[in-house]
């Protein structure tokens, strides 16, 4: 009996100190080899490879400052909790990555309360406010779902939190704990890089002003060099010529893209050439072109006016890089409001809203990455646009679309104001939703192939090429998208998306932000976005009707069941040594 008891007690100091040598073994090899198991079914805990790149070539410190801290909804707790998972996850492959979460709404003193508060509006964020149903009743409470980067010198603020119109509150959770990775990414890469990458919106062919693009000029000037150029047909506009050591010329592009806002004259042929073989060097571009001219302007001081065929002289540029631009105007049931005046009532103008079919709301085409759970997109007397077939390799993702309640109206189009005083009938919008913006990407022809004399084409200062590295453009067949309302009657530039009358706020900032990001950076910074993760939210409802039943559950519950594991072990182990 002793002998056996001897045995067991060897056995189980053996067994500890073989288990003790393992821990100590896997500890010290997993001190020189770092790696991560993650068993959740969406990956939430793996970061994309560009993420990991970006942090590992951190050389100092950024510091998150996160202000999702304090009493609030159940949703806003997981949000929290999501975003310190991901900081967490960051400071797993950099050392340089640190943050605190911040009370802003800490302090019992109002006085204080608000100054703290006027400082973050000042820095750049944004508050959320919430109506709270307690037993107690409704209460108002001020939330800000903002963080502020910061990495040496500069500093960066960030809204985490993403609202959809349409979408539920846990819908937009849902959104924002997705897209996380991708601003805290975007964020770290704009603030470390140090040379920021070039774009240019092109001017000279009657091109938006700088005004009506002031705002999306203000927001692409934090990642990027913004420029305003006019081509002037001089061959060196978009492209730069250097001698290598061998004395041959190396040409490249300029601007790692360029913008082309709502052309309103034509392009002269010397340069469109110019733009062609930008694009052939590998040179990007982002197309907002309107193939019908039609206004609202027109419409100020009379009752109709005529949509009629723009021609820009880009037509055969656009077939041959593989779209067509549709000389119609497309009406959408699902469209966004005008306001008008309808009369005056004791010395105020009334005003009603009525649905302007000609500004229809565009939704997804496809679930890339740049459109991707982003708000409706706001159009503005706008066309199709179909794919060309070719035998080429360029792939033609379609963008964005209208509803399937669509009808289209080829040019010259009569648009008249009358149509708000009837009744909408949704049987003429019978056609299915129409794409109005592609995503072309590939190695492109040249529109200029076998079109050159042999001077041009063996100039090595002009370099004519006849196909492109690979590259990417993205058409829109809509100018309006890029453009920006003025404040009536102060006059300054509002917001990209806002729409003064409606107080509604569309999606089109974040699509062209994505857009240009998709040209500049490529497909790896954006891809970020690709990520699905799911937050599980209780259901509220389900919590107050049976708020007894889950406390039983969740308090009781686990103390019988180690209560009943223990009885039940202690009469295993009795009824094992009692026979020996």
């Known amino acids: 009996m002793k002998n056996e008891r001897k045995n067991i007690k060897r056995s189980q100091l053996i067994s500890f100190a073989i288990t003790l040598v393992i821990v100590i073994v896997v500890n010290v090899i997993a001190s020189f080899i770092y790696t991560r198991f993650d068993l959740t079914s969406e990956k939430r805990y793996t970061l994309t490879k560009t993420s990991k790149e970006i942090l590992k070539n951190l050389d100092d410190y950024v510091y998150f400052r996160v202000y999702l801290e304090g009493d609030f909804p159940a949703g806003f707790k997981k949000l929290r909790k999501e975003t310190k998972e991901m900081l967490d996850e960051f400071r797993a492959y950099s050392k340089f990555v640190d943050y605190e979460f911040i009370n802003p709404s800490e302090s019992n003193d109002a006085a204080e309360r608000n100054e703290t508060y006027k400082l973050l509006y000042q820095s750049g964020l944004n508050p959320t406010e919430l109506s709270i149903q307690s037993k107690d009743g409704a209460q108002q409470l001020v939330i800000w779902p903002c963080a502020l980067v910061s990495y040496q010198e500069k500093e960066i603020p960030l809204d985490l939190l993403d609202t959809q119109l349409g979408k539920s509150s846990q819908d937009a959770l849902n959104n924002s704990a997705q897209n996380l990775e991708y601003k805290f990414i975007t964020a770290i890469k704009d603030l470390a890089q140090e040379k920021k990458p070039s774009v240019a919106f092109i001017e000279g062919h009657g091109e938006l002003n700088e005004n009506e693009v002031y705002d999306i000029t203000q927001s692409l000037s934090k990642k990027y060099n913004v420029k305003r150029i006019a081509l002037d047909e001089k061959i060196s506009a978009l492209t730069r010529r250097t001698k290598a050591v061998d004395s041959s010329t190396i040409i490249k592009p300029i601007y790692d893209a360029i913008i082309i806002a709502k052309p309103t004259q034509a392009f002269s042929e010397k340069d469109k050439f110019i733009i062609d073989q930008y694009i052939m060097y590998g040179g990007k571009v982002l197309w907002l072109v309107d193939p019908v001219f039609a206004t609202m302007d027109s419409l100020q001081n009379a009752e109709s006016t005529m949509g009629n ?14 779209v067509k631009l549709n000389k119609n105007l497309l009406l959408d049931y699902n469209s966004a409001a005008i306001a008008l005046r309808t009369g005056q009532m004791g010395g105020q103008a009334q005003i009603e809203y009525f649905r302007w079919f000609y500004f229809p709301l565009l939704s997804s085409a496809s679930n890339n990455n740049i459109v991707k759970n982003i708000n409706p997109i706001k159009a503005d007397f706008i066309s199709s646009i179909d794919p060309v077939i070719s035998d080429s390799d360029v792939q033609k993702i379609p963008l964005l679309k209208t509803s399937d309640y669509t009808k289209i109206s080829s040019a010259p189009v ?105 040209l500049v950076d490529g497909e790896g910074l954006i891809g970020i976005r690709s990520r699905e993760l799911k937050i599980r939210l209780l259901d509220m409802n389900k919590v107050n009707d049976n708020t007894l039943l889950w406390q039983f559950v969740n308090v009781i519950v686990p103390s019988l069941l180690v209560v009943i594991f223990g009885f039940v072990l202690s009469i295993i182990r009795k009824r094992k040594y009692s026979r020996k």
């Open 309 to 322: 065929t723009l021609n820009i002289n880009l037509d055969d540029m656009f077939f041959k890089y593989g």
């Open 414 to 518: 009569f648009i008249s104001l009358s149509m708000l005083r009837q009744s909408p009938d949704q049987r003429m919008f019978s056609q299915k939703g129409q794409n109005t913006a592609y995503l072309l990407k590939g190695e492109f022809e040249s529109l200029y192939a076998n079109r050159m004399t042999t001077g041009i084409i063996e100039s090595e200062e002009i370099g004519f090429k006849t196909s492109s590295e690979p590259t990417s453009m993205i058409v829109v067949a809509d100018g309006d998208i890029i453009r920006n309302q003025f404040h009536i009657p102060k006059g300054y530039p509002l917001p990209l998306g806002f729409d003064q009358y409606t107080q509604i706020t569309y999606g089109n900032k974040d699509f062209i932000e994505n857009a240009v990001s998709y």
